[in-house]
């Protein structure tokens, strides 16, 4: 059985017997690059031979691209998971094929978690599957297989299944059905009717969040963690009337790493009523109630706390349903996405040197772009150029 153990300290030379004392010292002394942290995650077979192609991958995601420690044991879970029904079968991680997922994803439909005894959701299904393709996929542009039929786009397969039972069925509601895809599914944004809608519904602070994401394209995580400092530099009073103004606001991305975001004047403008108005009541009342509120949290409940993830996403499905359509925070991101690389087509397409479709990976914070990234180059964006569509995203109600 496939399991994990991990990473302890190296002895100090005098918690060693006398022989091994210089052994010790000589290991302490080694000069490491990149060393795997104490408590880091390592993958070892039923015969205690380390599973070197899952350390690797956990290595680099934790050192290199600074993953969190719940995102690295996510994916620790998942590789010890998969390799160890791999062994359980004999088959050899390399040659696994799509055959062998579909099993993989059968045992978990049929078979409760050994962790937790309840049957597996198909959100975490679905989540398994896509974490061992995407290791199948590290694997081969790391050289660690030559190719495999997880990553080769013409076995491209989609199962689709229904249950008689509703134990598998998200709590949202899935409608019984469980769909593997090898391959994310396309966006849904909001159209601008939509948009504006969902908007005008919205109670305080949550239309606020919703615009920010609107308008900028910020992760559900990187909304919350937006804190009062972040825009307190804008001050509508003191600025000229005659310059529109933007704010470049750095952000805390996902993995930890720093990015930047584009505000344009008017979010700025409705940021700074929603402070000295809602934001400022609701953090007295608190204090009158002595109750501990969140000074630093730019986004506050009217309770004085700072808004947690499932309120939030809880209200938007909710006002999404009465609105006639489904919401997701994640589908606010998405129409950002799309609505600006419509527009920065249109400007490209009227002479404007500028790659669109670079501009909006920069604006999200993603990694790469697949097979097309080599293919882009960096290009330095006019200011002017953002300042005309950022203010346009979301059309005004009549």
């Known amino acids: 059985m496939v399991r994990i153990i991990y990473k302890a300290a190296l002895?100090?030379?005098d918690e060693v017997p006398p022989p091994l004392r210089a052994v010790a010292a000589a290991a302490l002394s080694m000069p490491l690059r990149e060393p795997r942290p104490v408590g880091f995650p390592l993958l070892f077979t039923s015969d205690m031979k380390l599973i070197e192609p899952a350390v690797a991958f956990l290595h680099e995601h934790s050192i290199q691209r600074a993953h969190s420690a719940d995102t690295l044991r996510t994916y620790a879970e998942i590789l010890v998971d998969w390799f160890g029904r791999l062994e359980q079968n004999d088959i050899s991680w390399g040659e696994a094929d799509a055959v062998d997922l579909v099993a993989y994803r059968n045992h978990m439909l049929s078979a409760p978690s050994p962790r937790t005894h309840r049957p597996y959701s198909t959100r975490t299904i679905n989540h398994r599957v896509r974490g061992v393709l995407r290791f199948y996929d590290w694997a081969v542009r790391h050289s660690w297989l030559r190719s495999s039929t997880l990553v080769d786009r013409e076995t491209d397969f989609a199962v689709?299944?229904?249950?008689?039972?509703?134990h598998h069925r998200d709590r949202e509601g899935d409608r019984g059905i469980f769909l593997l895809r090898q391959f994310e599914s396309l966006p849904r944004p909001l159209t601008g009717a939509q948009a504006s809608e969902l908007l005008a519904r919205l109670v305080p602070p949550y239309d606020l969040m919703a615009r920010w994401q609107l308008?900028?394209?910020?992760?559900?995580?990187?909304?919350?963690?937006?804190?009062?400092d972040d825009v307190a530099q804008h001050d509508g009073k003191d600025r000229a009337d005659t310059a529109p103004q933007q704010r470049v606001?750095?952000?805390?991305?996902?993995?930890?790493?720093?990015?930047y975001i584009i505000a344009s004047e008017s979010l700025l403008d409705e940021t700074d009523i929603y402070r000295s108005h809602h934001r400022r009541a609701w953090l007295n009342r608190a204090t009158r109630l002595h109750r501990a509120g969140a000074a630093d949290?730019?986004?506050?409940?009217?309770?004085?706390?700072?808004?947690?993830?499932?309120?939030?996403?809880?209200?938007?499905?909710r006002v999404g349903t009465d609105c006639g359509f489904r919401v997701t925070s994640h589908?606010?991101?998405?129409?950002?996405?799309?609505?600006?690389?419509?527009?920065?087509?249109?400007?490209?397409?009227?002479?404007?040197?500028i790659n669109p479709l670079l501009i909006v990976k920069i604006l999200l914070h993603h990694e790469r772009i697949e097979t097309t990234d080599r293919y882009l180059r960096a290009i330095a964006v006019d200011m002017h150029s953002l300042t005309d569509i950022l203010d346009s995203l979301i059309p005004e109600a009549p």
């Open 11 to 13: 002895p100090l030379p």
């Open 215 to 228: 308008y900028t394209g910020l992760r559900v995580s990187e909304l919350l963690r937006l804190s009062v």
């Open 297 to 317: 949290a730019l986004f506050v409940s009217d309770r004085g706390a700072r808004v947690k993830k499932n309120t939030y996403q809880h209200i938007l499905r």
């Open 331 to 353: 589908q606010l991101r998405a129409t950002f996405a799309c609505m600006m690389l419509a527009r920065l087509e249109q400007l490209a397409a009227q002479g404007a040197v």
């Open 249 to 259: 606001i750095e952000v805390s991305c996902k993995g930890r790493k720093h990015g």
């Open 160 to 166: 689709t299944r229904r249950y008689p039972d509703s």
